[in-house]
């Protein structure tokens, strides 16, 4: 878990309090603070101010069009499996890096406190640690599996408040059949019908989930609403509750997992599930996509105006 947040940079001072502003927007319990108003570099390469528990990102090296930001990620990862630590964000210029700054945030607030305001799902700690255990993060496929579930939820919490119960679970839980079926290596790109395999994988998972919420107490009625939210989450809906669940789940895979899918599937099962994804969003997830930040191929996609066709070729189907 992230402690707290902390800039360094010359003026930071004039932009953090925007990015505290921002980080309310979504959901967190951002401490955030400015620790320094001058770069000391030489400092930073002689090491004076190493601290184990501290990690350092440089918002240029993230802005860096050549970026990967699976690198990223796995000094995330890396610092996570050591316990709480710390993350110092720098910058020679946080006029031009501020929107980078939030980028950063956006793709790992899933391991910062929920703001107090936020609602708390019965025996948050229980359900959490529960959905934790399911999850083999030894391994590469189920670890990215898990990040987007706990992002998937906070985006939820994002984009509605006060999410229900059943909505909140359903986000956590919604893709559990994978733990069954592509712990180890991923189909989907095998699948001659896309849309049955996916809705295979929804139904499978309804049925998986509701076994794990039963065991953890939930009565019957919060128990069928989950399933039925799952069951149906990855189709188009004019319902609020799944549109809300197809929108934090879209979202994510956008901010979060859409430079693995790339690097694992390639260009064209890619361009294959963009299409698919956009085509589930509604136009208020889609005002948000500039927030986010998309492998070059992917960010081309949306931009283009194939994307867009590909989108409306899924939703004729």
């Known amino acids: 878990m992230l402690r707290r947040v902390s800039l360094s940079g010359p003026h930071v001072t004039s932009q953090w309090r925007d990015l505290c502003r921002a980080a309310w927007t979504l959901r967190m319990e951002l401490d955030c603070r400015p620790i320094a108003t001058t770069f000391n570099q030489e400092a930073e390469q002689t090491g004076t101010k190493f601290r184990p528990d501290v990690l350092v990102f440089a918002l240029e090296d993230w802005s860096d069009a050549q970026v990967d930001l699976l690198d990223f990620d796995q000094l995330i990862h890396r610092a996570e499996d050591q316990g709480d630590f710390e993350l110092t964000l720098t910058s020679r210029d946080w006029a031009a890096n501020a929107h980078a700054a939030l980028e950063l945030l956006t793709r790992y607030q899933r391991l910062l406190p929920?703001?107090?305001?936020?609602?708390?799902?019965?025996?948050?700690?229980?359900?959490?640690?529960?959905?934790?255990?399911?999850?083999?993060?030894?391994?590469?496929?189920?670890?990215?599996?898990?990040?987007?579930?706990?992002?998937?939820?906070?985006?939820?919490?994002?984009?509605?408040?006060?999410?229900?119960?059943?909505?909140?679970?359903?986000?956590?839980?919604?893709?559990?059949?994978?733990?069954?079926?592509?712990?180890?290596?991923?189909?989907?790109?095998?699948?001659?019908?896309?849309?049955?395999?996916?809705?295979?994988?929804?139904?499978?998972?309804a049925s998986l989930a509701a076994r794990r919420l039963y065991q953890l107490g939930f009565d019957d009625r919060v128990v069928e609403c989950t399933v039925a939210l799952i069951y149906?989450?990855?189709?188009?809906?004019?319902?609020?509750?799944?549109?809300?669940?197809?929108?934090?789940?879209?979202?994510?895979?956008?901010?979060?997992?859409?430079?693995?899918?790339?690097?694992y599937y390639g260009a064209a099962q890619t361009e294959r599930k963009v299409a698919y994804?956009?085509?589930?969003?509604?136009?208020?997830?889609?005002?948000?996509?500039?927030?986010?930040?998309?492998?070059?191929?992917?960010?081309?996609?949306?931009s283009g105006r194939r994307g867009r066709e590909k989108a409306e070729e899924v939703l004729r189907v």
Not at 277 to 302: D, E, K
């Open 114 to 205: 929920l703001a107090a305001s936020a609602p708390r799902l019965p025996q948050l700690g229980r359900v959490l640690e529960a959905h934790r255990a399911l999850f083999d993060l030894r391994k590469p496929l189920v670890r990215a599996d898990y990040d987007h579930a706990v992002d998937t939820w906070r985006l939820l919490l994002r984009l509605s408040p006060r999410a229900s119960v059943q909505l909140q679970l359903a986000a956590l839980f919604h893709d559990v059949e994978r733990l069954e079926s592509e712990a180890d290596e991923r189909r989907e790109q095998h699948a001659s019908d896309y849309l049955a395999f996916k809705a295979h994988h929804a139904a499978r998972g």
């Open 232 to 263: 149906a989450h990855e189709q188009p809906s004019r319902d609020a509750e799944l549109l809300l669940l197809n929108d934090a789940d879209a979202l994510s895979f956008f901010s979060l997992n859409s430079w693995g899918y790339l690097r």
């Open 277 to 302: 994804t956009l085509a589930r969003m509604s136009p208020r997830a889609l005002g948000l996509l500039p927030s986010t930040r998309q492998p070059p191929f992917v960010a081309a996609l949306l």
